[in-house]
């Protein structure tokens, strides 16, 4: 599976972004789908999972009630809106998918990825 992630871009603190991820097969919507992110000289952390049918969301701490992923199967996309965000948010933010059930945090679960979309949160 090949992921193409997009939307990133800089924004004023409190502004809002939407992340979007195209999958290139249309079997997308039998693979778990998470996001990612990981700024300068840190770990790439979890950000937020979402299952097969949608129903299912993992998010971590730092962005809940801030952030919500959701998707399309019909469009092979994910998506990550963005709302309230903080300088802290500023980061690289990655797709991923596998093939399990589960909305693991955890990124060596996951098989594919996509190449990246950088998000810049001013102060």
């Known amino acids: 599976v090949q992921l193409q992630a997009s939307g990133g871009g800089l924004v004023q603190a409190g502004g809002s972004l939407r992340l979007s991820c195209l999958a290139s097969?249309?079997?997308?919507?039998?693979?778990?789908a998470g996001w990612f992110r990981q700024a300068p000289g840190k770990e790439r952390e979890f950000v937020a999972a979402i299952n097969r049918g949608g129903g299912s969301t993992n998010y971590a701490d730092s962005v809940k009630g801030r952030f919500i992923i959701s998707r399309d199967n019909a469009k092979n996309t994910v998506y990550l809106q963005m709302d309230s965000l903080k300088p802290e948010d500023t980061a690289k933010y990655y797709c991923?998918?596998?093939?399990?059930?589960?909305?693991?945090?955890?990124?060596?679960?996951?098989?594919?990825w996509g190449q990246g979309t950088l998000v810049t949160v001013s102060s």
């Open positions: 991923a998918v596998h093939a399990g059930v589960v909305t693991t945090t955890r990124p060596f679960q996951y098989k594919f």
């Open positions: 097969r249309s079997t997308f919507n039998t693979y778990t």
